[in-house]
């Protein structure tokens, strides 16, 4: 056992650099699960001056100075920001409170259709197997229920440490940028001076992740937009919270886009019924589903993230139930990261099939 874990060691660990990064990996890991709920401001200002400095250095590369770009990208934000703050969230959070209220005519009508399976298919679905299961749904709902209302009696006391949150995090991102080569010259002062591993990562996951995230803000907006726009042009209820879920609906691959077409079937069923209008909805639906996998996809993402879609999946349910929401969304960057990891890690393997491939070119 000594001499397998000794072997182990010697082939994995024999980098200096590679045991650091493995301990500043450990401590980032330990800070996010032990403080990151307290310094979650810090946290969003970093990767949104992360994704603003894109376009700092696209202005910089037109002959705008630094401080300029900033302020300009830094005024884009802002407004963007204000935007939804002020206008679409209070629009979306009015007729989510709308939807609260008829979800009791929701269920009822999903009830009837439900009673309806025995007659239409009586040797696929008998009766008693949809009392059943419209029993156990009740229970569900209830259960639902009296947790949206427990937490928000219990949420009361956040509400002033979310408005903490949104008056840090853009004054944190402004000094971010603006003092970003400090930051950065100070980052790197603490970190070996040789660290090639460090560079080879850091690389990959830049344009990667970079790639990744403002791709998925661009698409989460167009597909939002078009769903939109759609859904106004049926005379669809709740158009504006049902188009904000189908654009975040791309955020969670292949599990997205047959969640959120519940609620879009319930709606449509419950103001026209099983009619013209209810098949057009759900035709434009997938129409905007398929157009966004096969066209915008492949547009957006012009570095593509080449993971296997079990991995995509079991990235999404490890760091969901990490992070929530936030690890859904980071899941594919975070298992990009864990890939690039693997690929550069220096073992002596990889030494010895590059000591082979230089003597062979010399």
């Not at 949206?148 to 944190?172: K, N």
């Not at 980052?187 to 001076?193: K, M, Q, T």
């Not at 547009?299 to 080449?306: D, H, K, L, P, R």
């Amino acid at each position: 056992m000594r001499k397998l874990l000794h072997g182990f060691v010697d082939r994995y660990f024999h980098d200096e650099e590679a045991v650091i990064f493995v301990i500043l990996l450990l401590a980032a890991l330990v800070i996010l699960l032990t403080i990151g709920s307290y310094i979650a401001p810090l946290i969003a200002a970093v990767i949104t001056a992360y994704l603003l400095q894109g376009l700092v250095n696209s202005l910089v590369r037109l002959k705008v100075s630094y401080l300029l770009a900033v302020i300009l990208v830094y005024t884009l934000f802002i407004s963007i920001f204000m935007a939804i703050l002020f206008l679409l969230l209070p629009q979306a959070w009015n007729q989510l409170g709308r939807f609260v209220n008829e979800l009791p005519r929701i269920i009822s009508e999903g009830q009837a259709l439900l009673l309806l399976l025995p007659e239409t298919y009586p040797n696929l679905v008998t009766e008693e197997q949809v009392q059943d299961f419209i029993r156990s749904l009740r229970g569900d709902l209830s259960s639902l229920g009296q947790f949206i209302v427990s937490y928000s009696i219990a949420s009361i006391p956040s509400i002033f440490s979310w408005v903490v949150f949104l008056v840090l995090v853009p004054v944190l991102v402004f000094f971010i940028l603006k003092d970003k080569a400090i930051l950065v010259n100070w980052i790197s002062n603490l970190l070996p001076r040789d660290r090639p591993l460090m560079m080879q990562i850091w690389r990959e996951m830049d344009m990667q992740m970079a790639n990744y995230i403002r791709g998925k803000v661009l698409e989460i907006t167009i597909v939002g937009a078009v769903s939109y726009v759609a859904f106004i042009v049926l005379g669809m209820n709740y158009a504006l919270l049902l188009s904000v879920l189908v654009g975040l609906s791309v955020v969670i691959p292949f599990i997205g886009v047959a969640v959120v077409a519940i609620p879009v079937a319930a709606v449509a069923y419950v103001q026209w019924g099983m009619g013209s209008e209810f098949f057009a909805v759900m035709v434009v639906y997938t129409v905007i589903q398929l157009l966004d996998a096969n066209v915008l996809v492949p547009v957006i993402f012009s570095e593509t993230v080449n993971l296997h879609p079990v991995a995509i999946i079991a990235a999404v349910l490890v760091f969901g139930g990490l992070w929530g929401l936030a690890g859904v969304f980071f899941a594919i960057p975070l298992a990009t990261l864990i890939k690039a990891i693997i690929n550069a890690w220096p073992s002596t393997t990889h030494v010895v099939k590059e000591r082979i491939r230089e003597h062979k070119s010399i």
